[in-house]
């Protein structure tokens, strides 16, 4: 079982990147997809998530308009297409799989909502 994200780099103020989110061993499938970040020093925050029906997508209201995820359930992979890049977007992002099949509530933006956990890929922007 096994969340592999990717995509991360090194980028200027202003930069685009796109992140992956790989499932093996377990299915995104009829499950929310979140992701996360942390920053040196800070507390792991949310940033986007989406439902298991696509439609329905949240956001921190500091990546609003500049991020937005997507998921191909074919390819059971989740993706965070960021852009025009912030130093403040500075942070390890993980990927995570809500605990809840199916989930009929609001997406869960608290971390102990999910379940599985990718192990984090860098994102640096300098500025």
């Known amino acids: 079982v096994q969340l592999q994200a990717s995509g991360g780099g090194l980028v200027q103020a202003g930069d685009s990147l796109r992140l992956s989110c790989a499932a093996s061993g377990l299915t995104f499938a009829n499950y929310a997809v979140g992701w996360f970040r942390q920053a040196p020093g800070k507390e792991r925050e949310f940033v986007a998530a989406i439902s298991w029906s696509p439609a329905i997508t949240t956001y921190t209201d500091s990546v609003k308009g500049r991020i937005t995820i997507s998921r191909d359930d074919a390819k059971n992979t989740v993706y965070l297409q960021m852009h025009n890049l912030k130093p403040e977007d500075t942070a390890v992002y993980y990927c995570?799989?809500?605990?809840?099949?199916?989930?009929?509530?609001?997406?869960?933006?608290?971390?102990?909502?999910?379940?599985?956990w990718g192990q984090g890929t860098q994102v640096t922007v300098s500025s």
């Open positions: 995570a799989r809500d605990r809840l099949q199916r989930r009929i509530s609001n997406l869960p933006i608290a971390a102990n909502s999910y379940a599985y």
